[in-house]
Nanobody, 116 residues
Framework: VQLVESGGGLVQPGGSLRLSCVAS????????MRWYRQAPGKERELVAS????????IYTDSMKGRFTISRDNAKNTVYLQMNSLKSEDTAVYYC??????????WGQGTQVTVSS
């Protein structure tokens, strides 16, 4: 099982980034996919979640209107489009796959730094 994130990097405030997470080793289309993030000294927090067929999404309040989660089951990939980035969005972003009740997998994370 692998979840491989990419697309992180350094961006100026107000800029955009698109994160990708490619899954392998499990039936991607059966899993709820989520993005989490963890800033230095803080707990890991949920960013966004998307259902198996992408029919429903959930966002943490501070990301609503700025971030968009999507998925392509044919490519085993989940995306996170991040716009209007702020310094407080600086964190390591993790991809997570969840099949209730007990199956869940994590990626290794990708660093996003928002700074001028």
């Amino acid at each position: 099982v692998q979840l491989v994130e990419s697309g992180g990097g350094l961006v100026q405030p107000g800029g955009s980034l698109r994160l990708s997470c490619v899954a392998s080793g499990f039936t991607f289309s059966r899993y709820v996919m989520r993005w989490y993030r963890q800033a230095p000294g803080k707990e890991r927090e949920l960013v966004a979640s998307i259902t198996t067929v992408g029919s429903s999404t959930i966002y943490t309040d501070s990301m609503k209107g700025r971030f968009t989660i999507s998925r392509d089951n044919a490519k085993n990939t989940v995306y996170l489009q991040m716009n209007s980035l702020k310094s407080e969005d600086t964190a390591v972003y993790y991809c997570h796959a969840f099949l209730p009740p007990q199956y869940n997998y994590w990626g290794q994370g990708t660093q996003v730094t928002v700074s001028s």
